[in-house]
């Protein structure tokens, strides 16, 4: 995505680094962005032909407008710095790191980052997976130079807390909610995790509206049927615009002119909901005007 003003992060689908098929799609897909994966999807023995397949489409002409991220493996890992290095020759829009649970860990990207690619800013994301990670996680928003956005990983989370995996997740709401204010207090955008089942459209669109009224911006993805649905409830539906347009009509009236309160068809209508509004316009006009993908 090439609008840095204000991204609109419906869908981000995952594409694994070492699947060439899937990387060959991937760019005609309707999402929002694709988070290349080399971390858990790809295989230890896989990491370097992983790399060498994102060094070939990332050399390749792309119209696409999607966002355009990579999920490097932990440094500690012995990976991270080869994928690091990766990143700063292919510069994709950011770089995402998995499992992180202390600022330092952003800190210590950063810094490498900077020096590997001094001239250019790769954006970076933090994955929110562990039982550290939540707990730390509005330290880890308030990073300077921090992420532009913090993704939940509930596999990992509930691997290392034993929650189980079951519809209306109500053990993980709580941590879930921590995240988004976490997000939202330090202006860093929300994304919440994966939804397994990719045959279950029931079960995800549930779980995309109840991310969606949670307060999540849109929903990592792990397969292409998914990108529709999470596009469905995470982007403003006609009437959401329609109520929209009407609010930002009746602000721009005369008579509404230093007031900061309004009464639209028997509800209070503050200034709020009217920049709320605006920002809901905007985003609308952005995501019709993009290009769909050939
Ligand atoms: C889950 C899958 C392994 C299923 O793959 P497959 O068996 O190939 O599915 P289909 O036959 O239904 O695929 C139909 C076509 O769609 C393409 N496809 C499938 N998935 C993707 C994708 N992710 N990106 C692009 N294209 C995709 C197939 O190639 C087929 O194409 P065609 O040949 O034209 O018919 C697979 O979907 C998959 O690997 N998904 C991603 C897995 C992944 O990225 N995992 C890591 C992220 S999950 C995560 O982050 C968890 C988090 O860390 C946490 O802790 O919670
Ligand atoms: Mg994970």
């Known amino acids: 995505m090439k609008n840095h003003i204000a991204p609109v992060r419906r869908s981000l689908l995952s594409v694994p680094a070492d699947n060439r ?12 962005g694709l988070i290349y994966d080399l971390e858990d999807s790809v295989a230890p023995e896989k990491k370097p ?61 950063a810094d490498m980052l900077a020096r590997l690619a001094p001239a250019r800013s790769i954006a970076l994301w933090a994955m929110i997976e562990t039982p550290k990670g939540v707990l730390n996680a509005a330290s880890i928003a308030a990073a300077e130079n921090g992420p532009k956005c913090l993704v939940v990983g509930s596999n990992d989370l509930r691997k290392e ?17 921590q995240i988004v204010l976490a997000g939202r207090a330090h202006g860093v955008d929300v994304i919440d995790s994966v939804f397994n089942d990719f045959r279950d459209d029931a079960g995800f669109a549930a779980e995309c509206a109840q991310g969606r009224a949670m307060g999540f911006s849109g929903k990592m993805l792990i397969h292409p049927a998914q990108i529709d649905i999470a596009n469905r409830h995470f982007g403003p539906d006609p009437q959401a615009v329609s109520d929209a347009e009407a609010i930002v009509s009746a602000f721009e009236q005369p008579e509404a002119q230093g007031l900061n309160v309004i009464n639209l068809d028997g509800k209070m209508i503050e200034r709020l909901h009217f920049e709320e509004a605006k920002t809901l316009l905007a985003q609308a006009a952005m995501i019709f005007a993009r290009k769909k993908p050939q």
């Not at 060959?24 to 999402?31: F, Q």
Request: glycine share 6%; net charge negative; proline share 8%.
């Open 21 to 32: 098929r899937a990387l060959e799609k991937a760019p005609g897909l309707d999402c929002d």
């Open 49 to 109: 032909e992983a790399r060498d397949n994102l060094a070939n489409a990332f050399s390749q002409p792309c119209q696409s407008q999607q966002e355009q991220i990579i999920r490097i493996n932990p440094l500690e890992s012995g990976f991270g710095e080869d994928d690091l290095k990766l990143a700063a020759q292919i510069l994709p829009d950011a770089v995402a790191l998995p499992k992180v649970e202390h600022v330092g860990e952003i800190a210590a990207v």
């Open 161 to 177: 807390t034993g929650v189980l995996a079951q519809p209306g997740r109500a053990y993980l709401v709580p941590w879930l909610m």
